[in-house]
């Protein structure tokens, strides 16, 4: 599936679990089976984490499973897999893993309500996005950005267009 506008990389997860469709995922730098060419990533555990690698652009699921469209996503995201798949690897062996927005503008699950026209960053252990003023996060402390949201959010698991920018700033 190809993203809704920008580029896109495939990546391998650091463990076998479940992630939800516009889910941000973050760098998996202690990850010491790296195969030549392959790149880690993970969950995240909590809010402002980085660095961003990407926004998954589909469910990343054991063959035959199926989620509604509207499911929140953390009902899916973190959960294990069916015996024998493994999600870490993408199948049962060696395959690719889930695939990535990485620049462009992707779409977003928020974490609560926030106004298009801000900086919005990891939220929760589900990839969710929202702004740091939401999260409580004080002046001076580094970010580590998804984006700038380009739609607005009312609710929590509203998706939102993001325009992504992953370089990390001091907040303001």
């Known amino acids: 599936m190809p993203g809704i506008d920008?580029?896109?990389?495939t990546y391998r997860l650091n463990a076998s679990?479940?992630?939800a469709k516009?889910?941000?995922l973050i760098n998996d730098a202690t990850d010491t089976t790296e195969i030549t060419g392959a790149l880690f990533v993970k969950l995240p555990t909590g809010s402002n984490q980085g660095p961003v690698q990407g926004v998954t652009i589909e469910h990343w699921l054991e063959p035959g499973t199926f989620y509604q469209e509207d499911t929140d996503p953390s009902t899916i995201?973190?959960?294990t897999p069916n015996v024998p798949y493994n999600a870490s690897m993408g199948g049962t062996g060696l395959q690719i893993g889930p695939t990535l927005q990485i620049r462009g503008q992707a779409r977003c699950?928020?974490?609560q309500a926030f106004n298009a026209g801000q900086i919005v960053v990891i939220a929760d252990a589900y990839g969710r996005v929202n702004t740091p003023a939401n999260l409580s996060i004080s002046g001076g402390t580094t970010i580590y950005p998804v984006g700038i949201a380009v739609s607005a959010a009312a609710a929590i698991n509203n998706v939102v267009l993001v325009d992504l920018d992953f370089f990390p700033v001091p907040y303001i």
Do not use: C, D, L, Q
């Not at 920008?6 to 990389?9: I, S, V």
């Open 109 to 111: 699950y928020a974490a």
């Open 77 to 79: 995201t973190g959960t």
């Open 17 to 19: 679990v479940r992630i």
């Open 6 to 9: 920008g580029m896109t990389r």
């Open 22 to 24: 516009y889910s941000a």
